[in-house]
Every structure is written in structure tokens, then in C-alpha cells.
């Protein structure tokens, strides 16, 4: 049963659902209200939601956080590979002490910080989600470009993009040989699932050199390609720079995004007061 | 003409090489990611599993194109692309494994030489698990403020890391970087340096570091990454061991932060644009 | 007034012994559409590169001789100078695309040199590749198509006067060739833009191109219109280049005195229509490929139905209830526009794909019940990129690897047998990747019949190959007929059709909408053009001249000729004497490739 149940979670995990999933978080999702508004507002946005948890200490306060950048994360329409990411990560750093303590009958003075934790660790990820995932390549790229981040990151980040595609199917290509041509042994046993585990390690270490070779073979053409386009005259010309962030415009929806969050954060802010109150 | 043509090629091969360490490494990263870290007892194989690409193209190519490319690479595909941005502790690990990778492509002359490469492999990993590691202990000392009067504490923290860092480098050192560098290296040499135009490397062409300056630079970005890694763990241990702060405090601190945070950067919009205007 | 003029051009790569160009003397007029000629390694694409200035101030060698681009000393003024002037679209497109969004990579270079019209420039370039619609979409849904169109949009938001294309067809499908030909026809033609495209497919350069120069060993041996070069059948078969099978077939009627010897070679069907003009012709019944299936099926698709995750809305459907039966010992070809399914179809029968209901059956067991192993002891597949197919450092060890994996007794002489039947023995050990692009493609033949597959699938053995290495590898894939029980070929090439299949299987928007005899696919007029194939340019002649037949090969045509075929058979009567007519050779080579 048990077995039944990993082989075909194993399935669900193939490298192309894998593909799919990062191509969906960063191309599927431009049309959000997130993605409409202006990088520059969104990382200093950012700048907020991803530190103020930290120095915040009282339950509802963080709950009122998290709840705000759960929020955001849901209008920012991330693929559920990454929500499953960030829970996994949310459990292993903190999460799981959580649940042993309310396991082995913890009291409130013992739950009460690690909650606090968890509730800490998990706004300032999903801040980060929002903001990272729910952007558009290309958009990010321009606002770090602006707040004075290396052209060559922002190269980097758009290039990543237009390449993942491709890399991702090489991959996907050479696992598959490995997977056809060759025989992977049997995983009944204890020893069987070990010697397993060795040869899944073993072909992903092997599938690398196919996969340089190939990488450099593309990458010489890609180059060229940068030089004829002109790539290195822009990064030594002020000009290109300034025209290429004369796109971006901090607009109504901007004033407004900035508006709630800033009065939600306030509203956080005098949450324990208002509670006190009541 | 020759002369600016030369550094022409030689710019051109950087680009290359740093395209390639981005995408290979990056994808690796992305894919090691996405694999759950795994935990047999107390053991926990926080391994940077696929530290061995960047290594064997260090020690092929041009090594800080390399080590800036890895380190981009990661950042790019499996910190923004995955949203899994961790703020300002990524910066640690971008600069650790830039160094590792990059005092490994430096040491050897000679791909051919086995050994050298065995040995370089496994001293960049020691080296960026050591250097992690005490970037650790010293978070842990710089936010316990009584560290030395707490009993038992700095046994144990120097202990419990010391742990990790040798149970890694015996694990991961070994199986992930020590004999994929071993396999590929032999196997890449000759072949992949002319698919992008380049010679091989051989004792005479290879890359010479100014010994002092690196190793000058090296220590100052290793305190760069350790006060990064620190500044990132502050707001968790402030808040952690100073529990009894009032609510009203608390608010004001924030307050604060939150003023301190749009002073910055309206200074900076400030700055920029006058940048931008006079260019 | 020549807009590029290359006078005693000679250019050496460092550490290379002999020069690649050698006192290359070159013009080029203003608005001309120029075809670069010549066997691999001849230095067409190293010309091409000298004159974007990438050699030599991007790629270091020893430079001479003078190399003028529209007034500017090009080896001298800066690239990116001379980048508004040149554009240049790779054989491997792909890799040129380096932006995420459509209307991003083709404004991109615009932008690098700060053009602050750069997002109109980038559309406008789009408009005149017809990509206009897809502006905001990403690189990565495009086709192939598309993806090449857009390397040229990208090349074009410069405004340069020249363009180079460096194969444009090699990765297309011919449908799509075609399109990418009548959008250059159109820059050159309206636009007066003058285009160089380094291409050996003839039939190409006879429609659209205006002159054809021809390289060999790094010189030039002549320039001359198009039509006219093409009739250099000796000159052009030296260089590897396949002559239009229209010109062999009427060098051949002239030397054996039917045709008269004043007519020019014809290059294409039109001029094929005026050149055979009254000479008698009569369509001769098509050599039936014999077949030697039998009722066993091998593939069974049941009902089967696929759709693919799409990354933005609803999932896409490639196959609806498809029902299909493949048996075994029938050698099939699958053709089809890009996109028809035909590369789905492959995946679904290794397993590689499951479907998402219906069942695909191998010799009767599912393959949803098969683990991968047991499948690839059933079937084999040979990606179209042979790259992939070469996971370890040696091509004797990936023969062997599968084997080994299997411990199969006596593989080092299996494998031995491989390398000498495939003609791999200089090669063996050497990394399959680093060889050319006819011996990689051997060399993945070889890997993919090592376990002795009862099914062999080949996804386009013969793409991205110049035509001498496919006339090749056509061979070798026939070769297969006799060692391979059940072989399906998905292809555009339709010369490999004819002499390999005995069924073929049309497929459109993954519906099978044509099934037979390639005589019967070929002469349904509905079939072909909905599905976009092209048959053979000879088949195409013969059917200009009677349309009631049906050739495959030029000796079949040759036979349609009443004068040619009483000759052939009184030469087949006395047969060592009459020798001396018979042009030696291309024939009897094809001919041996055809009853092999």
C-alpha cells in the first residue's frame, strides 16, 4: 500500500510535472494584480513585510501578518509546487517542533513561542513569494535594475527565464536515455532500496556531463548572438539604462496597493492595543 | 587591434563561461530544491548536493567567472524563481560558495593531475563547510549576549557544529563532490573547452592569483558573509531572548524600523534619479 | 555599386595548419538574394561571420586581405557598428533567442543600442515576419517555426541591408521552409534588403534565390545566376551537393541522345514542363515496395486519448479516441505537419507518455503495466536530437550501455558488430557529441538497435543533415529493413518515404486523416494538402508530364521516356557492352540504396 502510494506520488513528481509547474509560477501568472503593479513599490513593499515580522512578538499581531501576505500570495496565483516548497520549508525549520510539542501535550508557554516562530518564518517566505514569484521576469529585473542591483543580475534573471524551458527538456531528454537504456535495480528489500537510491544518485551525477557538453555547445551561439545584439555596448552606456526604466510608472493601483498595505500594517501595529480594549 | 581583439576573446570566453556556470548550476540548485532535504536521526545532509558543477568548470575555465556564476545562478534560479528569496542570510551562502569554488579553480594548474584535483575538490568543499560553520557559531555569539556565562553553551554550540560541519564533509564531501569532480574532470578535459573556442588548460596558461590579495579579499568577504548571516539572525534572537518586552515597546521599535526602512529608501529614490537625470 | 566586396580575403583560426579562406574574392550587388554553396567545412559559415565582424574581432585568427560591408572596412569598425548593417540569423536559432517575451528579443538589440523607438523598431520587425500577433506572448510557446522567424525579426529591428541566414531550412519542416523563404523573398523583393543564405536544398535556391555562389576548400570557384549554377552537375555533386533530380534526369536523357543537347537543363517542374515538351512519355506502373507484414499486431491504440498540461489555462488535447493498428513487420512512416501529434504518437508507444484514457498495447500488454525497462526491451526510440542519445563519454560505451545494464552475454562482439556495420570504427571511441552531424546520427542508429528491439521508432533521422549525409543515411535507414522487424519513421523528408515505407500514416491535428501505400497517400489530392506534404520533386515532374504517374526515383522517371526504357532494355540484353553509355555513379549508387 505504502509502496503503491510513493510510486505513485514518485508519478505526480516527474520532472516534467516539475517543468510545468516552475514555467506556470513564472509565466503563467503575469495577468495577476500583482504582476500589474510596479516592481519598484513591490520590493519595497517587500523591504516591509519580509523584515516587520521579525521584531513583532504578539500572537494575533503575526497572525494578522501572515494572514495579509497569505493574501497576497493567493492574488499573486502561485503554482502550488511552490506552496508545497515553502510548506515543507516552513515545517522543517520550525513547524515540526510545533506539532511534536502539541504532540507531547505542551502548554501554552511552551507553544506559544514556537507559534510565534512559525508565524514569523512563514509571513516573511510568503512576502518573499509574493513578491519574487508573482512578478514577471522581466519586471523584476527592471526594478532591481533601478534600485542599482548589477545589470549582469538583471541579465541573469531574464536570461534564466528564457532558458530554464530548454534546459529543463535536455534534462528531462538524458534522464529518460538513462531511465530506458538502463536498468535500475530492484527496490524490494532494505538493501535493494538503498542500492536503488545509490544509482538514482548516480545517474544524476552521470547525466551532468552530457548535459555540460551540450549546455557549452549552445551557449558559444548565445554569446555571439549577445555580442551582434549588442549586449556589452549597453552595459557601459547611462542611455539604454534610463530608457529601459522610462517604462516604469508608478500608477493609480500602485497608490492604492501601498494605501491598504500601510493601513493594514497600522491596523496590525495597534492590534494588541485594540484587543486590550475589548 | 590585436591587443584590444585579445581581450575581446578573452571577455567573450568570460561571458561563456559565466552563462554556462549560471544555467548548469542553476538548474541544479533549482532541482536539489526541490528534492526535501533529508533527516536520518540527528544526522541532517544539508549538502549543497551539486556543488561539484561549479567546481569542475572551475577548474576548466576561467575560475571567478565560474564562482560568480554559480553563486548567480543559484540566487536566480532557486532563490527568485522559487520565491524562496531568504533575504539578506542568502548573501553568506553566495559569497561562501563563491570562495570555495573559486580558490578551488585557482589551485589547479592542471586538470590532467588527478590528485590536485581530488585534493582541491575536497579542500573547497572543508573550506566552505568551515566557513559556514563559523559563520553559525558566531551568530550564536553575537545574539546571546552572556554567551560565555551561559553554561555549557559554547561546548555545545561549537560541538553540535563541529558535528555537522565533519559529518558533511565526510558525506557530501566525499559523494558529491570529491568523485563526480573525480569523473568529470578527466572525462570534460579536451573536449568541452573547444566547443566554446578555448584551449585547454595546462601549467603554462593557467590562471595565476595575486596570493596576498586573494587571500586579503577572501577574508573580508567571509566577514562580510558572517555579519550578513548575523544581521539576518538579530530580529529572531532579539525578540527571542529579550521575551519580556512590553507590547507598547514593541510597537514603537517597529514603528521605527518601519521609518528607518522608508527614510532609506526615499534617500536612495532620491539619489537615483538625480543619478539617472545627470547621465 | 556592390554592397559587400571581399577582395583576397584569407583568414586562419589559431592553432589551425591551412587557412579556412583562402584568397576569397567575393562581390555582392545591392539587393541581391545570393545562395552560399559548398561541402561542410568549406568556409561558408566562416565567410559569413568575417563579414559581421565577428571574425575577427570576436573570434581571434590570423585576418587578410580586405573586406568592405556597405562603405565600412569591416575586420576594423566596431560590431556593434556593423551590426546595423549585417544581420545574422544562426543554424541553431534557438540558442540566438536570449529573451523571455517575443516583442522583448526582437526590440532587445534596439534597446542595447539605446534606439528610444525601440519598442516600435522591435514591432515593426515583427510585421514584416508576421509574428506581430504573438508580440506579447513567450519564446517558449512558439514553434519552430515561429522561433526561427523571430532570430530573423531580431536580426531585421536594426534595419540593416544585408541579412545572412546560415541554413534557414535545416531545422524546419518544409511547410514552414517555405514560409520562412517567402518572408525573405518578400524583404528582398519590397524591401530591397539584399539576403545571403548558405543552403545546399536546390530545390530552395531554384525558387527564390537570384545568384548561387559555390565554395571549395575555403576559395570560391565561381558565382553565377541560380538556374544556371544548378546545371553545374558535375561541379556541384564534388561539393556534396545534391543537383535538382530534375537536371539529373535531363543530363541523363541527353547523354543518351533523346533529349536535344542545344535545351538548357530545367531546374524546376516549370521549366521541366517546357524542356520534355514532346518528347513521348507514359506513365509506367510505380514498383510496388513488396510488404511483409502480417496480421500480428505490434502497436494497438485503443480509444486513446492525450492531453498535455498546459501552462495557462485549459489542458490542450492531442489525440481524441484515436484508434490505430500497427503490425508487426511493417515498415511505417509517419508524417505530418509539426504539431499533428506525430512526436506524441512515438512517446506514447515507448511509454514515455501515458495516455490519458484508452490503453496503448505492445504485442497486447499495456504499457501502463510495463516498467521502463521491460518497454525499451521492446521497443526502441531515436530522438531526433541525436545529441541526447549520447550519455556516456565514448559511442562504443553507448552502445554497450544498455547491454550491459542488461548483462547480455557477448556484447563487446555485438557491439564490435554494430560499430562495423554503422562504419564507425574510426570513431568508436571517440565522444559522439564532438563528430559531425551524418556521423552522430549513425552513431544513434547503432545505439538504438543494440538491444534488437522488435520495434525500432526514429523521430526525423534525417533533419539538420546536409543532403550528401542524407542521401547517407537514407541508405543505412534502409539498411534496416532487414535487420529490424517493425520500424515507424516520423519525417518530413518524403525521398525517404518513398524508398523506405511500405505504409504511410498522415496525421492532422492528431487525426489520422490519410493511410496506405505511399502511391495511394501521395495521389489523394485532399491528403496532401491538408496535411501540407510535399512529394518528391520527381514525383511532382512526372506528374506535371502525365497525371497518372507515379516515380519516385529518377530512374523510374527515366523509364516513363519510351525512348529511354527501349534503350535500358536493350541494354539489359547485352548488358556489358552498353556500359559505356550509363553515366557512372549518382544511378547506380541510388540504385543499389533502392534494392537494398
Not at chain 1, 531574464?158 to 529518460?176: C, D, G, K, T, V
Not at chain 3, 550587388?29 to 559569413?48: H, I, P, Q, R
Not at chain 3, 493511410?515 to 491528403?527: A, K, S, Y
Request: hydrophobic fraction near 50%; aromatic fraction near 8%.
Amino acid at each position: 500500500m505504502l509502496e503503491k502510494l510513493s510510486e505513485n506520488v514518485m508519478d505526480k513528481v516527474s520532472i516534467d510535472y516539475v517543468r510545468n509547474q516552475v514555467l506556470k509560477n513564472a509565466y503563467g501568472n503575469d495577468d495577476t494584480p500583482i504582476a500589474a503593479l510596479d516592481p519598484r513599490v513591490l520590493i519595497v513593499w517587500y523591504l516591509f513585510f519580509g523584515i516587520a515580522p521579525w521584531f513583532m512578538g504578539s500572537v494575533p499581531m503575526l497572525l494578522a501578518m501572515f494572514l495579509f501576505t497569505a493574501v497576497t500570495t493567493r492574488l499573486a496565483r502561485v503554482a502550488p509546487l511552490v506552496l508545497v516548497i515553502f510548506a515543507v520549508g516552513v515545517f522543517a525549520q520550525t513547524g515540526y517542533m510545533f506539532v511534536a510539542a502539541l504532540v507531547f501535550g505542551g502548554n501554552a508557554d511552551t507553544l506559544t513561542p514556537l507559534l510565534v516562530l512559525t508565524l514569523k518564518v512563514a509571513s516573511c517566505s510568503l512576502a518573499s513569494i509574493t513578491v519574487f514569484s508573482g512578478l514577471d521576469p522581466d519586471r523584476l529585473s527592471s526594478g532591481l535594475l533601478w534600485f542599482g542591483f548589477p545589470e549582469r543580475l538583471s541579465f541573469s534573471i531574464s536570461f534564466a527565464y528564457r532558458i530554464l524551458p530548454i534546459m529543463m527538456e535536455e534534462l528531462q531528454n538524458i534522464l529518460l536515455s538513462f531511465r530506458l537504456r538502463g536498468r535500475a535495480p530492484a527496490h524490494d528489500t532494505l538493501l535493494g532500496k538503498l542500492r536503488w537510491l545509490v544509482y538514482q544518485v548516480k545517474t544524476i551525477v552521470q547525466s551532468f556531463y552530457p548535459l555540460m557538453l551540450n549546455m557549452a555547445k549552445r551557449s558559444r551561439t548565445t554569446v555571439e548572438a549577445l555580442e551582434l545584439k549588442g549586449y556589452r555596448y549597453a552595459s557601459a552606456n547611462p542611455d539604454v539604462l534610463k530608457i529601459r526604466l522610462s517604462s516604469l510608472a508608478v500608477g493609480s493601483n500602485d497608490a492604492v496597493f501601498i494605501a491598504a498595505s500601510a493601513a493594514y500594517a497600522l491596523f496590525c501595529l495597534a492590534l494588541p492595543a485594540l484587543l486590550e480594549v475589548l | 587591434m590585436s591587443v584590444t581583439s585579445a581581450e575581446q576573446t578573452a571577455q567573450s570566453h568570460k561571458l561563456m563561461v559565466f552563462v554556462l556556470s549560471m544555467s548548469l548550476y542553476g538548474l541544479a540548485t533549482l532541482v536539489s530544491e526541490l528534492i526535501p532535504s533529508v533527516q536520518v536521526g540527528i544526522v541532517e545532509f544539508s549538502v549543497e548536493f551539486f556543488l561539484f558543477i561549479p567546481l569542475t568548470l572551475a577548474m576548466l575555465f576561467d575560475p571567478l567567472s565560474v564562482a560568480l556564476g554559480a553563486a548567480t545562478g543559484e540566487l536566480v534560479f532557486s532563490e527568485i524563481m522559487l520565491g524562496q528569496f531568504g533575504g539578506i542570510g542568502e548573501v553568506e551562502k553566495f559569497l561562501t560558495v563563491s570562495i570555495a569554488v573559486y580558490l578551488a579553480g585557482t589551485v589547479v594548474h592542471d586538470p590532467r593531475n588527478l590528485k590536485l584535483v581530488g585534493v582541491a575538490a575536497f579542500g573547497a568543499t572543508a573550506l566552505q563547510l568551515a566557513m559556514s560553520a563559523g559563520v553559525d557559531i558566531l551568530k550564536v555569539v553575537f545574539a546571546v549576549e552572556e554567551f560565555e556565562a551561559v553554561p555549557g553553551l559554547p561546548e555545545s554550540v561549537f560541538f553540535t557544529e563541529g558535528f555537522a560541519a565533519v559529518n558533511d564533509l565526510l558525506f557530501s564531501g566525499i559523494l558529491f563532490c570529491l568523485l563526480p569532480t573525480l569523473f568529470l574532470v578527466p572525462r570534460l578535459y579536451g573536449k568541452i573547452e573547444p566547443l566554446l573556442g578555448m584551449k585547454p588548460r595546462t601549467p603554462e596558461n593557467a590562471p595565476r592569483p595575486v596570493v596576498g590579495r586573494l587571500a586579503a579579499a577572501s577574508v573580508a568577504l567571509f566577514v562580510v558573509a558572517a555579519g550578513a548571516a548575523c544581521l539576518s539572525e538579530a530580529g529572531m534572537s532579539i525578540v527571542e531572548w529579550e521575551a519580556d518586552w512590553a507590547g507598547d515597546m514593541q510597537a514603537i521599535f517597529v514603528g521605527l524600523l518601519v521609518a528607518v526602512v522608508i527614510a532609506l529608501v526615499a534617500c536612495y529614490c532620491l539619489f537615483r534619479s538625480a543619478k539617472l537625470s545627470r547621465a | 555599386m556592390p554592397i559587400i566586396s571581399i577582395h583576397d580575403l584569407t583568414f586562419t583560426y589559431p592553432g589551425a595548419e591551412k587557412p579556412t579562406l583562402r584568397n576569397v574574392d567575393l562581390e555582392v550587388a545591392e539587393g541581391d538574394f545570393l545562395a552560399v554553396m559548398g561541402a561542410n567545412g568549406c568556409g561558408k559559415s566562416t565567410l559569413c561571420k568575417a563579414i559581421n565582424g565577428l571574425i575577427p574581432q570576436f573570434i581571434a585568427g590570423d585576418l587578410s586581405g580586405s573586406l568592405v560591408v556597405d562603405g565600412l572596412d569591416a575586420p576594423t569598425v566596431s560590431i556593434g557598428e556593423l551590426a546595423r548593417h549585417v544581420g545574422y540569423v544562426y543554424q541553431d536559432f534557438e540558442n540566438q533567442l536570449v529573451r523571455p517575451t517575443v516583442l522583448d528579443e526582437a526590440s532587445f538589440a534596439c534597446l542595447n543600442y539605446a534606439q528610444p523607438d525601440y519598442v516600435e523598431r522591435g514591432m515593426r520587425a515583427l510585421e514584416l515576419c508576421g509574428l506581430s500577433e504573438r508580440a506579447r506572448d513567450y519564446v517558449w510557446s512558439l514553434s519552430g517555426g515561429q522561433k526561427h522567424l523571430l532570430a530573423l525579426a531580431g536580426a531585421l529591428a536594426l534595419e540593416p541591408k544585408v541579412i545572412i541566414l546560415d541554413e534557414p531550412v535545416a531545422q524546419l519542416d518544409p511547410l514552414h521552409a517555405h514560409q520562412t523563404y517567402e518572408v525573405l523573398r518578400d524583404l528582398n523583393e519590397r524591401f530591397g534588403k539584399t539576403v545571403i543564405v548558405i543552403e545546399h536544398h536546390t530545390d530552395f535556391i531554384a525558387e527564390f534565390c537570384r545568384h548561387a555562389v559555390l565554395m571549395n576548400g575555403g576559395a570560391v570557384s565561381w558565382v553565377m545566376p541560380a538556374r544556371d549554377a544548378l546545371r553545374q552537375l558535375d561541379d556541384l555533386r564534388a561539393s556534396d551537393i545534391y543537383p535538382p533530380q530534375i537536371a539529373q534526369a535531363a543530363q541523363e536523357l541527353k547523354d543518351t541522345g533523346i533529349l536535344d543537347a542545344a535545351v538548357p537543363l530545367p531546374t524546376t517542374v516549370d521549366e521541366g514542363v517546357g524542356a520534355f515538351a514532346g518528347i513521348p512519355f507514359h506513365a509506367a506502373g510505380a514498383p510496388g515496395v513488396s510488404a511483409s507484414s502480417s496480421d500480428e499486431p505490434a502497436v494497438a491504440f485503443k480509444q486513446v486519448c492525450v492531453a498535455y498540461r498546459s501552462v495557462k489555462g485549459d489542458p490542450v488535447t492531442v489525440f481524441d479516441q484515436l484508434d490505430l493498428t500497427i503490425h508487426a513487420g511493417e515498415k511505417v512512416a509517419l508524417v505530418g505537419s509539426n504539431g499533428a501529434g506525430k512526436t506524441t504518437l512515438m512517446k506514447l508507444m515507448c511509454g514515455l507518455v501515458k495516455p490519458t484514457s484508452g490503453t496503448v498495447a505492445l504485442a497486447g500488454a499495456s504499457t501502463r503495466e510495463l516498467a521502463p525497462e521491460e518497454l525499451s526491451d521492446r521497443v526502441s526510440l531515436v530522438y531526433q536530437n541525436p545529441e541526447q542519445m549520447f550519455i556516456k563519454d565514448t559511442v562504443r560505451a553507448d552502445i554497450e550501455f544498455a547491454m550491459r545494464a542488461r548483462g547480455v552475454d557477448g556484447r563487446r562482439d555485438r557491439a564490435q558488430a554494430l560499430i562495423d556495420r554503422f562504419r564507425l570504427h574510426d570513431l568508436a571511441d571517440r565522444d559522439g557529441r564532438l563528430m559531425s552531424g551524418g556521423q552522430m546520427r549513425r552513431a544513434s542508429l547503432a545505439i538504438g538497435i543494440a538491444l534488437d528491439p522488435p520495434i525500432l521508432l526514429l523521430d526525423e533521422p534525417t533533419a539538420n543533415l546536409d543532403i550528401a549525409t542524407r542521401r547517407e543515411i537514407v541508405r543505412t535507414v534502409a539498411d534496416l529493413r532487414g535487420i529490424t522487424d517493425t520500424v515507424i519513421i516520423a519525417t518530413h523528408d518524403m525521398q525517404l518515404v518513398c524508398q523506405f515505407a511500405d505504409r504511410v500514416i498522415v496525421l492532422d491535428h492528431g487525426r489520422v486523416i490519410g493511410d496506405g501505400t505511399p502511391d495511394e497517400v501521395f495521389q489523394d489530392r485532399r491528403v496532401v494538402e491538408a496535411s501540407g506534404i510535399r512529394p518528391p520533386e520527381i514525383f511532382r515532374m512526372a506528374h506535371a508530364l502525365d497525371p497518372g504517374a507515379v516515380c519516385y526515383d529518377i530512374e523510374d522517371f527515366l523509364m516513363c521516356f519510351d525512348g529511354y526504357r527501349a534503350l535500358a532494355l536493350a541494354a539489359a540484353e547485352d548488358a556489358p557492352a552498353g556500359d559505356g553509355e550509363q553515366e557512372p555513379g549518382c544511378l547506380d549508387e541510388r540504385r543499389l540504396a533502392f534494392h537494398a
